[in-house]
C-alpha cells in the first residue's frame, strides 16, 4: 500500500535527523489510539476538497490534533487540526522519539476499511500530469466582492456560459495535456459512453496527441455508478482504470458505499443547471473559438478532429 510506503520512505529520509525535520513534535509518549472516537466535523478548507471530490478519512485524535487524510487523483495528503479548530496543519506527526505516528494510525484505518481505502491510494503515481480543474475550480456562483466580473459573466452567451460550468466541473483527462480537449458527461455504466470512448480509443487519436478527453463522471443511472464515477474522480490513474472497465475488468472502478459522492453530485448540477437529460454529452471549441455541442457518439471521429485542428 502506497500510504505506509510513502512513509516508510520519509523514515528513511530522516534517519539520523529524526526529531530534527518533525513538523509536529510532541514530548511525551504516543497514548493508545482513541477507540471509537466520535468524528469531529469536518474543517472547512478539507470540505472544499471533499467537494471537488477528494476521498477523505479520520484518522483520529492524538496529542490534541484531530488528523486527517485525504486522496485525490492518487495522491494523499495528511492534516492535522489543532484543538482549537483555529489552525490545520499538513504533513506527518512525529512523537519526540522521531516514531510516525500518522503510520500507526494508516494502518489502524486499513485494519478498519481493508481493500477500500487500499486501493485508493495503492498504485505508483503516474508521471506528473496536468492538474485538473477539480483542484483549482471556481466556484459556481459569481464573487460578488468583484461587481465588474459579475458584470462581464452576465453579458456572456448562453453557450459560453455552458462551456464555463463544464470547464470548472470536475473532470478527469484521457491523453495528452497539451491536445485539443473535448468535455464529456458520461456514466461508467452507460454503454453510449463507452462507445464514444472506445471510438476514440480504438482510432488512436488519444495517443497520438491529437485530442484530449475530459471525463466528467456522473452517477445518473445506478447507485454503483455514482460510486464508480466517485473513484474515477480520485483515481490515480484515471486513464487506465477507465480503460480497463471498458475491457471488462471486475471492480476496475471500486465500488466504495462509504466514499465521498460530492465531487460527482456536483458534476449531476451541473448537468441539472444545463438541463442536460443524457449521456454522453460533449462540449468543445473548434479551432475558431467557436463553442459545439454534442449529444451522443460523434459520426466520424476523425472529422471532429479536424473541427478542433
Known amino acids: 500500500m502506497r500510504l505506509t510506503s510513502n512513509l516508510e520512505k520519509v523514515g528513511v529520509m530522516i534517519s539520523g535527523l529524526r526529531t530534527a525535520i518533525a513538523l509536529v513534535i510532541m514530548m511525551a509518549t504516543i497514548p493508545a489510539l482513541a477507540e471509537d472516537a466520535k468524528t469531529p466535523p469536518l474543517p472547512d478548507p478539507l470540505q472544499n476538497m471533499v467537494a471537488q471530490g477528494a476521498q477523505i478519512r479520520y484518522l483520529g485524535r492524538e496529542y490534541g490534533l484531530d488528523g486527517w487524510v485525504t486522496i485525490q487523483n492518487g495522491e494523499e495528503q495528511y492534516f492535522y487540526v489543532t484543538a482549537d479548530g483555529q489552525a490545520l496543519l499538513l504533513g506527518i506527526l512525529f512523537n519526540n522519539k522521531g ?14 476499511e481493508g481493500p ?5 491510494a495503492g498504485y505508483t503515481p503516474p508521471p506528473k500530469k496536468e492538474i485538473s480543474s477539480t483542484e483549482t475550480a471556481a466556484p459556481l456562483i459569481p464573487d460578488m466582492s468583484d461587481p465588474q466580473s459579475v458584470i462581464k459573466s452576465a453579458v456572456k ?8 460550468a463544464v470547464e ?6 484521457l491523453g495528452a495535456k497539451d491536445a485539443p480537449a473535448i468535455y464529456t458527461f ?3 455504466e452507460c454503454p453510449h459512453c463507452h462507445d464514444l470512448v472506445e471510438d476514440f480509443r ?3 487519436l488519444i495517443e497520438k496527441g491529437l485530442v484530449q478527453i475530459r471525463l466528467i463522471p456522473v452517477g445518473v443511472l445506478s447507485e454503483k455508478s455514482l460510486h ?54 460533449s ?4 479551432m475558431s473559438g467557436s463553442i459545439k455541442i454534442l449529444q451522443g457518439r460523434p459520426a466520424n471521429v476523425k472529422e471532429l478532429i479536424v473541427q478542433l485542428r
Open 168 to 173: 470548472t466541473s470536475n473532470w478527469v483527462a
Open 186 to 188: 458520461i456514466d461508467p
Open 283 to 286: 462540449v468543445y471549441k473548434d
Open 228 to 281: 464508480e464515477a466517485a473513484y474515477l474522480l480520485a483515481s490515480p490513474d484515471p486513464q487506465k482504470d477507465f480503460y480497463n472497465h471498458l475491457d471488462g475488468k471486475p471492480d476496475a472502478l471500486l465500488v466504495d458505499r462509504s466514499a465521498n459522492t460530492q465531487g460527482v453530485q456536483r458534476n449531476m448540477q451541473v448537468m441539472q443547471d444545463w438541463k442536460l437529460d443524457a449521456t454522453p454529452f
Open 157 to 164: 452567451s448562453k453557450a459560453e456560459q455552458l462551456y464555463d
Open 99 to 112: 516514531d510516525a505516528v500518522t503510520l500507526r494510525q494508516i494502518n489502524a484505518l486499513r485494519e478498519k
Open 202 to 204: 480504438k482510432s488512436g
Open 116 to 120: 477500500a481505502i487500499d486501493r485508493l
